[in-house]
C-alpha cells in the first residue's frame, strides 16, 4: 500500500484523531453484534500502548432519516469499549464541541465523541424537495457543503494526527472520513490508515490487482443492476466468474431461456448478454447455475423442484441446485484467490440455503490449501457466519458498500485522502 499507516508515525504525547466504524447495531439500548469495535481494537490499543491521546469519531446508524435516537447515542459504544480495553472511556456530547473533552485527555486515555452524524453536515446530502426551485436547492446544497468544511476544520483541531481505520465508510467523502484531511494536511499533520484499513487494502487490492491465479470471483445476491460495475471489472480480472443468486436469471434471460416468476431484470438483458459476450473475448470461464431449486412461492413452505432447463410459468428460482453446488465447487477448488460477494440463493429461509452455504463449504478449503479466501461484504458475511467456516476464511471483510466499490476497480475517497508514503 503506498499510503502511511500508523507504523510511520510517533504517537507518544500526540493527540489521535482516529475515526472508526462504530456502526453497530442496537436495538433497545442493547448491542446486537460488537464485531465493529472488536475491528479497530489492534489500532486503538497500539495507540494507546504508544502513549497517544486517542479521540474516537464514528457514525451510528441513520440519525438524518429516522432522526436521533436512544439506539443510536456513541455512549453505548463508548461503554462497550471501556469493558473490551479494561480502561475508562470518556465521553463527549457534541463531536462539534470537545475541545473541553480532548484538552483534558492525558497520554494514554481514550474519548469518544457523540455520533457524527448528528451533525447533518457530517454527510452533506441534501435531495431536491418536491417543488423545490432548482436555485434554491443549488444554494441549500452549497451552504451544506460549506457547513460541512466548517464541521471538518473543527474536526482537525482535535488532533496532531489522524488516522482512518474505518474502511465500512471509506467509499463516502464525508466531514469525518475525507473532509478533515485537508485541514489535518494544511496544519503540516499526517493522515494515516489504521491497522483494519491497511488489512482491508491489503486483502482486497491484492485480491483485485496483483491475484495468485486462478483467480475466481463468485457474484450472488438479489440484483443484477447493483453490481453492474463489478461484473464489468472483475472480468478484466479474473479466470472464473461465477453467478448464482437471483442475479443469475437476468442472464438466464440474455440466454434465451424463461425464467417463470423468478427475480429478473429485463432492462439489464442486454448489459447481461455483453458480459457473457465480454467474457468469451477475453476467454474467462463464465459460470451459470446449471440447476436451480424452484418453488412455487417466495415462501420457506412453498412446493419445491429442481428446474435444469427452461422454467414452468408460475415458479422461480430461490437457489442454485447440486449440480451447479458440484461445477462451482470444482472450480472454487482449484482456485488460489477467491472473492465472494452475495448468497447463492434465500439463504435467509432454510430450504433454500443449501446452495449458499455449501459454496461457503468450498470457499473455507482454499485458505488451507495454500490459497487466500476472501468474503466481500454484506450478505455473504452474514452466510458465512451462519455457516460456522468464518475463521476458515483468509479475510472477512468489514465493509460492505466500501468492499463492492473497490471490487468496482473505484478510488475509494477515504483511502485516497490519506498521506502518500
Ligand atoms: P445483495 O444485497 O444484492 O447481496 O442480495 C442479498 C439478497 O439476495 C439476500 O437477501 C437473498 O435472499 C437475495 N437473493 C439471493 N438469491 C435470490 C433469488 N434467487 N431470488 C430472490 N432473492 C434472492
Redesign the pocket.
Known amino acids: 500500500m503506498n499510503k502511511k499507516t500508523l507504523r510511520d508515525v510517533e504517537l507518544a504525547g500526540k493527540r489521535v484523531l482516529m475515526r472508526v466504524d462504530f456502526n453497530i447495531p442496537v436495538k433497545g439500548g442493547a448491542i446486537q453484534d460488537d464485531t465493529r469495535i472488536r475491528a479497530a481494537l489492534p489500532s486503538i490499543q497500539y495507540i494507546l500502548e504508544k502513549g497517544g491521546k486517542l479521540i474516537l469519531m464514528s457514525h451510528m446508524g441513520r440519525p438524518d432519516e429516522k432522526g436521533i435516537t436512544a439506539d443510536t447515542t456513541m455512549k453505548i459504544a463508548a461503554d462497550r469499549l471501556a469493558e473490551l480495553i479494561g480502561r475508562p472511556v470518556a465521553f463527549a456530547a457534541d463531536c462539534a464541541a470537545a475541545d473541553a473533552e480532548v484538552a483534558a485527555l492525558k497520554d494514554g486515555e481514550v474519548l469518544v465523541l457523540e455520533n457524527t452524524r448528528y451533525h447533518k453536515e457530517e454527510q452533506a446530502k441534501r435531495k431536491q424537495k418536491e417543488g423545490e426551485d432548482e436555485a434554491a436547492f443549488k444554494a441549500a446544497k452549497k451552504a451544506l457543503k460549506e457547513g460541512q468544511k466548517k464541521l471538518a476544520e473543527k474536526l482537525a483541531t482535535y488532533g496532531d494526527i489522524y488516522v482512518n481505520d474505518a474502511f465500512g465508510t471509506a467509499h463516502r467523502a464525508h466531514a469525518s472520513t475525507a473532509v478533515v484531511t485537508e485541514f489535518m494536511k494544511a496544519k503540516g499533520a499526517d493522515c494515516v490508515a489504521g491497522f483494519l484499513m491497511e488489512k482491508e487494502i491489503e486483502y482486497l487490492g491484492n485480491a483485485v490487482e496483483n491475484p495468485v491465479r486462478p483467480f475466481v470471483a463468485i457474484l450472488?445476491?438479489?440484483?443484477v443492476s447493483?453490481?453492474l460495475a463489478v461484473v464489468q471489472n472483475l472480468l478484466e480480472k479474473v479466470d472464473t466468474l461465477i453467478l448464482?443468486?437471483?442475479m443469475?436469471?437476468t442472464f438466464f434471460l440474455a440466454q434465451g431461456r424463461t425464467v417463470g416468476d423468478?427475480?429478473s431484470e429485463p432492462d439489464q438483458v442486454e448489459y447481461a448478454r455483453q458480459m457473457l459476450e465480454k467474457a468469451r473475448e477475453k476467454g474467462v470461464q463464465f459460470l451459470l447455475p446449471v440447476d436451480n431449486v424452484a418453488a412455487d412461492a417466495?415462501s420457506a413452505d412453498a412446493n419445491t423442484q429442481i428446474v435444469e432447463g427452461n422454467f414452468p410459468e408460475g415458479w422461480?428460482?430461490?437457489?442454485i441446485g447440486p449440480k451447479s453446488v458440484e461445477l462451482f465447487s470444482k472450480a472454487i477448488e482449484n482456485a488460489k484467490t477467491v472473492v465472494w460477494?452475495?448468497?447463492?440463493?434465500?439463504?435467509?429461509m432454510a430450504p433454500f440455503a443449501k446452495g449458499t452455504m455449501a459454496i461457503a463449504e468450498a470457499v473455507a478449503k482454499v485458505k488451507p490449501a495454500g490459497g487466500t479466501s476472501i468474503i466481500g461484504g454484506?450478505?455473504?458475511v452474514s452466510a458465512v457466519k451462519k455457516s460456522g467456516l468464518a475463521d476458515q476464511m483468509s479475510h472477512i471483510s468489514t465493509g460492505g458498500g466500501a468492499s463492492l466499490e473497490f471490487l468496482e476497480g473505484k478510488v475509494l475517497p477515504g483511502v485516497a485522502a490519506l498521506t502518500d508514503k
Open positions: 450472488g445476491g438479489a440484483k447493483d453490481k448464482g443468486g437471483g443469475a436469471y423468478s427475480l417466495f422461480q428460482g430461490l437457489d460477494n452475495g448468497p447463492m440463493g434465500v439463504f435467509e454484506g450478505d455473504s
